[in-house]
């Protein structure tokens, strides 16, 4: 059962122009999400989060955007970087001790940025 | 670089071996989480410590067990090894406990069961 799921497994994109990424749950209980950036052989890096109580959260060129009665998040990068190529996780927490603030991944979404 | 370290970056062993994997939060965080990275199931919750207590265990097998020590650096120990069980660990640290906590990653120990 995928409580959080990305859709899309790549996108390409034009330097300077947006990307944005996609990211749905199922699990009404997440009240905490996340985006991380991976690069090959590193661990997962933290970009941006978004509390439940948030609708938009931004900070320089990264925006995540909080959809809750859709279950949907998104992340804005604009303007777009070639540095920016990399593997990028959705990530969701739910409060409790039965949660056990564990993260719940999205299988991810590869962002090719081309100059 | 996230303060988190990891060690080894790298480990080959073979079939039914016993392996141990090492994990530094960083500097002020007392919570230390482990996850596995295999290729079909993505980043997968393994286990979570808080201050040298077992707080939440997710999808662990029996064959592997972790803990956190006073000085707050934490092991995963894996046993019976099986080639199923090769894939990248990552260790995770924050600040506390709680569903807010942003967690930091380290680089991963990439660990092939031959």
Not at chain 1, 4 to 10: D, G, L, W, Y
Not at chain 2, 35 to 59: M, P, T, V
Not at chain 2, 71 to 98: P, Q, T
Request: charged share 20%.
């Amino acid at each position: 059962d995928q409580q959080v799921k990305q859709n899309s497994p790549s996108l390409s994109v034009q330097e300077g122009r947006i990307s944005i990424l996609n990211c749905d749950y199922t699990n009404s209980m997440f009240d905490y999400f996340l985006w991380y950036k991976k690069y090959p052989a590193e661990g997962p890096t933290f970009l941006i989060s978004i509390s439940s109580i948030k609708d938009k959260n931004e900070d320089g060129r990264f925006t995540v955007f909080l959809n809750k009665s859709a279950k949907h998040l998104s992340l804005h990068i604009v303007p777009s970087q070639p540095g920016d190529s990399a593997v990028y996780f959705c990530a969701a927490s739910a409060p409790g001790e039965a949660a056990g603030n564990k993260l719940t991944f999205g299988g991810g979404t590869r962002v090719l940025v081309k100059p | 670089d996230s303060g988190v370290t990891q060690t080894p970056k790298h480990l080959i062993t073979a079939t039914g071996q016993r392996v141990t994997l090492r994990c530094s939060p960083r500097s002020g965080d007392l919570s230390v989480y482990w996850y596995q990275q295999s290729l079909d199931q993505g980043l997968q919750f393994l286990i979570h410590y808080y201050n040298g207590e077992e707080r939440a265990k997710g999808n662990i097998l029996e064959r592997f067990s972790a803990q956190q020590f006073p000085d707050l650096h934490s092991e995963l120990n894996l046993s019976s090894l099986e080639l199923g069980d090769s894939a990248l660990y990552f260790c995770a640290s924050s600040v506390n406990v709680g569903s807010s906590e942003t967690q930091y990653f380290g680089p991963g120990t990439r660990l092939l069961v031959l």
